[in-house]
């Protein structure tokens, strides 16, 4: 959803091929310019990497070439998905944290955790309740934010209509003591996506 950092005149550009992007576990390097191309080469191999995985490569070509085909689409969707549930949750009075006014441009955000006991004891509160977050560091201290993002929601299926229901579910497990309370009811929301999309 943003623009090509090699486009606008990067050199290089790094990435992880799992999480927004939906691939196996691993990273990328990658480089419009042939000769930075065969350096990284020669230091990767052999050097860095000892060896290939066979399955990791073909899931990476699987997963780019989905990329190809829908990417512009899974990255718009995840974002605007990301926005309405920051909007959603803020409305139910959670606090969000903003950079600039905004709560993301991502498919992530960051609640300020501060109020429920840091990041880490927020996350293990609301995974109590099926709902799957991380600690994340926000510029008033290392442990003050909880991380929340939309890929793999998205990936199976929801859409920014269903962001209300679950900011719901996340504000109702966030202000109560019970948290495994909300667990049914979150697995209940879960269930209605059951097919993977943006993939050929």
């Known amino acids: 959803a943003w623009p090509n950092p090699l486009a606008d005149g990067a050199h290089v550009m790094t990435m992880s091929t799992y ?3 939906g691939g196996p576990t691993a990273g990328l390097l990658v480089t419009n310019d042939a000769a930075i191309a065969e350096r990284v080469d020669a230091i990767a191999y052999p050097g860095l990497t000892a060896n290939f995985d066979a399955g990791n490569t073909a899931a990476l070509a699987h997963t780019l070439n989905d990329w190809l085909a829908y990417g512009s689409d899974y990255a718009n969707t995840m974002t605007a998905c990301a926005t309405q549930l920051a909007t959603c949750l803020q409305g139910r009075g959670v606090p969000i944290h903003q950079a600039g006014g905004q709560a993301t ?3 992530a955000f960051a609640l300020d955790a501060r109020q429920t006991g840091g990041g880490h004891n927020t996350a293990f509160h609301l995974r109590q309740a ?8 926000l ?3 290392l442990d003050d934010g909880l991380r929340i993002g939309t ?3 998205v990936r199976w299926g929801a859409t920014v209509e269903d962001m ?3 900011a719901g579910l996340i504000a109702r497990a966030l202000q109560s003591d019970k948290p495994h309370d909300v667990a049914a009811d979150v697995s209940a ?8 999309h943006y993939t050929r």
């Not at 099926?130 to 560091?137: D, E, F, Q, T, V």
């Not at 929301?189 to 993977?196: A, K, L, M, N």
């Open 189 to 196: 929301y879960r269930i209605q996506f059951t097919s993977v």
């Open 151 to 153: 890929n793999e929601l």
């Open 105 to 107: 441009l991502s498919h």
């Open 164 to 166: 209300d229901p679950l």
């Open 130 to 137: 099926n709902l799957l977050a991380s600690a994340i560091g």
């Open 19 to 21: 999480k927004s992007l």
């Open 139 to 141: 510029p008033s201290g």
